[in-house]
């Protein structure tokens, strides 16, 4: 396999920031719906676009102009946060249009509701990617080629679906219990399509950015640009590509600006082009340039979050399974709704950020899911999402209530489906007693002429015919075990032996032995009168 002479380096930043749920009571239910606390809402994604997305944007679009060409970066932008920017910072939504213009930065497909669809069915994970890609298309202005699912989740059912869905690469965590072995830094191929290009996220290097940059009281602090440098260098002997992937929020939001991440962000990308062979890629860069070393096998869902690498950010507890478990029942109802605000908050509803509010983890990861968390506690978050996911279910059985007819007639079809196929059973099984009777008629024919044949010259052989069943009359069944006797057949009277060639035969016999003893009876009794008369004339003399 041919290696291309640089070695590849993608840096690639998720966006995303989800409503935030109004605290919804029991007396509010049936009456009030409107869901989300619009001024949180607007305040935390002001903040957030002022300490963030702004800066970090022209930040990176000097660097791009500066560099030419050579530093190239990749982002992913959920359905939800272009809904948040239309609404409260459109500025923001320029400036991200303005980077898809250079050349240089790629956007990736994803869900529209940063939701957990993938986890439920396929149906509904390629409606969810479909919705997103017109929105991209839309508001930025571009069209993804590759893919990455929420919060990284993959597995090799998954990626399949991407596969058939035409995205070329799709980047996902670097979990070591699905490498074994293995490196993070080479590019691999699903294991049920292997067109479909995977690439790991390098956990090592991206946590290094996003949760240790500004603590103290780590053994690299503080991290340098020409530092970071040095350990992506060391690892060009071993590596083809190195995959950095983080929040964006990590920019202003999570690291402070007075921590220097903007100065790290400023000079890491001269750093890494004059100090070591890796090239700067986007996602589908790298998947038209390298080639896949393996196969990855991933049977079980993975996903970037918490230690574990799995799902028990969003399933991992009782709470979470029967919120998730309520809110896909309503999914069939739904697909037939016409009503604009029920899909508007069906969208919403969806985002696993809710479920993730609900972790009951309170040891290595409890303080991940502190920071994120609006909620006093998990369970306060569990009982104000069913509060709203029972006022939605109410308000779908109001405006898009099952229409009665349509629901007899499906019901209706059901049974006359059932009935069908019960006749289908039936006429199966009279076409194979027909063939068993038809050979039983034959074998009793092939019997009844090789006896005749044996029996003595001269004299014949009453036997029993079978009357042939007249052309478009069947058989009539007979009862397991029995042979079957044709419509026109003579049936023998309960108790009775039918009448064979056997029969016949023996009968003529007695009837002549009979005939004999009664003409010898008859001969005895003339003898003995005449010798009677004649003893009556010799006494008279």
């Given at each position: 396999m041919s290696t291309p002479q640089k070695k590849a380096i993608c840096l690639y930043f998720q966006v995303h920031q989800p409503f935030r749920l109004r605290r919804y009571r029991f007396f509010e239910m049936g009456h009030e719906h409107y869901y989300y606390d619009d001024f949180m809402n607007e305040s935390i994604l002001r903040r957030i676009a002022s300490n963030c997305y702004l800066p970090t944007n022209n930040l990176l679009l000097d660097l791009i102009r500066k560099h030419k060409g050579k530093f190239k970066v990749t982002f992913s932008l959920t359905g939800i946060v272009i809904d948040q920017l239309r609404l409260y910072a459109p500025e923001v939504l320029a400036s991200f249009r303005e980077l898809a213009e250079t050349g240089c930065v790629e956007f990736l497909a994803e869900t529209n509701s940063h939701s957990l669809a993938s986890l439920m069915n396929r149906e509904r994970f390629e409606l969810q990617v479909r919705v997103h890609g017109e929105k991209m298309a839309e508001h930025i202005g571009y069209q993804p080629t590759s893919i990455r699912n929420t919060e990284l989740i993959y597995s090799d059912e998954i990626g399949?679906?991407?596969?058939?869905?035409?995205?070329?690469?799709?980047?996902?965590?670097?979990?070591?219990?699905?490498?074994?072995?293995?490196?993070?830094?080479?590019?691999?191929?699903?294991?049920?399509?292997?067109?479909?290009?995977?690439?790991?996220?390098?956990?090592?290097?991206s946590d290094d950015i996003a949760f240790r940059f500004s603590d103290t009281s780590w053994s690299s602090y503080p991290l340098a640009a020409d530092k970071y440098a040095s350990w992506i260098k060391g690892l060009a002997p071993s590596s083809e590509v190195v995959n950095i992937?983080?929040?964006?929020?990590?920019?202003?939001?999570?690291?402070?600006?007075?921590?220097?991440?903007?100065?790290?962000?400023?000079?890491?990308?001269?750093?890494?082009?004059k100090k070591t062979p890796f090239k700067f890629m986007t996602v589908s860069e790298v998947a038209d340039n390298y080639q896949p070393v393996s196969l990855l096998h991933?049977?079980?869902?993975?996903?970037?979050?918490?230690?574990?690498?799995?799902?028990?950010?969003?399933?991992?507890?009782?709470?979470?399974?029967?919120?998730?478990?309520?809110?896909?029942?309503?999914?069939?109802?739904?697909?037939?709704?016409?009503?604009?605000?029920?899909?508007?908050?069906?969208?919403?509803?969806?985002?696993?950020?809710?479920?993730?509010?609900?972790?009951?983890?309170?040891?290595?990861?409890?303080?991940?899911h502190a920071y994120f968390n609006p909620y006093e506690n998990p369970y306060q978050a569990f009982m104000n999402y069913m509060n709203i996911l029972s006022d939605f279910e109410i308000r779908l059985k109001t405006l898009c209530p099952v229409d009665y007819h349509d629901e007899e007639v499906n019901r209706l079809s059901e049974t006359i489906q059932s009935k069908d196929h019960v006749i289908i059973e039936l006429q199966e099984k009279l076409t194979k007693l027909e063939k068993k009777a038809g050979t039983a008629n034959k074998r009793a024919a092939a019997k009844t002429k090789g006896k005749a044949a044996a029996a003595p010259a001269g004299k014949k052989v009453a036997t029993t015919r079978v009357a042939a069943a007249p052309a478009g009359k069947k058989t009539v069944a007979a009862p397991s075990g029995r042979k079957a006797v044709t419509a026109k057949a003579v049936t023998t009277p309960a108790g009775k032996k039918a009448v064979t060639a056997k029969t016949v035969a023996a009968h003529e016999v007695k009837k002549s032995a009979a005939a004999k003893t009664d003409a010898r009876k008859a001969s005895v009794k003339k003898s003995a009168a005449r010798k009677s008369v004649a003893k009556k004339g010799a006494g008279s003399k």
């Open positions: 399949n679906w991407m596969a058939d869905m035409g995205y070329k690469a799709v980047v996902t965590e670097g979990a070591k219990h699905i490498l074994g072995w293995k490196s993070p830094n080479f590019v691999y191929c699903n294991a049920i399509n292997p067109r479909l290009k995977v690439l790991l996220r390098n956990y090592t290097l992937f983080m929040d964006y929020e990590t920019f202003g939001e999570h690291q402070k600006k007075e921590t220097g991440i903007f100065d790290f962000l400023k000079h890491m990308p001269d750093a890494i082009i991933v049977p079980s869902p993975i996903s970037w979050a918490d230690e574990e690498r799995d799902l028990t950010a969003w399933m991992g507890n009782e709470l979470q399974t029967a919120a998730v478990t309520k809110l896909y029942s309503m999914a069939e109802k739904m697909a037939g709704c016409s009503s604009e605000q029920l899909q508007r908050d069906w969208v919403y509803l969806q985002s696993s950020d809710h479920f993730y509010y609900m972790s009951t983890k309170f040891f290595s990861d409890g303080a991940v």
